[in-house]
């Protein structure tokens, strides 16, 4: 069975703090594909970053970064010097042997300024 | 580039009626995907069309949910009857390949309320 487990539901931080948000998956496949969504409040789910478990090279993309970990089986999703536009909902996701996506319930991001 | 457009964005039916969702992926993907997106949860996958062709609908509840993509481009999904459960998002998503490592793209959704 497969599995994303995003354990904070809600993060609320002030404007230029820096946030991590959390993903741990669960898969018995040697080959899967880890995504991270966000959800902005207009609803459609923005891509964000894609890896494959063979890839355990840290990404760093302007303010966002992300660190894989096969050790403890983690995603996990840091923005720095966050922005009132960050506040979103960001999804986890892993796809294994079939074709679905299979998301994490989902970390509500809200930034105050 | 022309994101993937769905329609309606709102609708609100009473339990037991038909609803239809209509679904215009980017232009040139083949690959379409419809997930549901129950408040407070990740969005869930009921069909995956390459082409016109289904690759996935095991999450899909047939007795009552049912999809097609004619001439592989744009793609409906319809709901009968529906029930007060069936209360979500559903999201309609293409990718350009088929491929386990391919990101899909998303439309805004359809928001369907059941009362």
Known sequence: AQKVTQAQTEISVVEKEDVTLDCVYETRDTTYYLFWYKQPPSGELVFLIRRNSFDEQNEISGRYSWNFQKSTSSFNFTITASQVVDSAVYFCALRNSGYALNFGKGTSLLVTP | ?115
């Open chain 2, 1 to 115: 580039e022309a994101g993937v457009a769905q329609s309606p964005r709102y609708k609100i039916i009473e339990k037991r009626q038909s609803v239809a969702f209509w679904c215009n992926p980017i232009s040139g993907h083949a690959t379409l995907y419809w997930y549901q997106q129950i408040l407070g949860q990740g969005p869930k996958l009921l069909i995956q069309f390459q082409n016109n062709g289904v690759v996935d609908d095991s999450q899909l509840p047939k007795d009552r949910f049912s999809a097609e993509r004619l001439k592989g481009v744009d793609s409906t999904l319809k709901i009968q009857p529906a029930k007060l459960e069936d209360s979500a998002v559903y999201l309609c998503a293409s990718s350009r390949l088929t491929g386990k490592n391919t990101e899909a793209f998303f439309g805004q959704g359809t928001r369907l309320t059941v009362v």
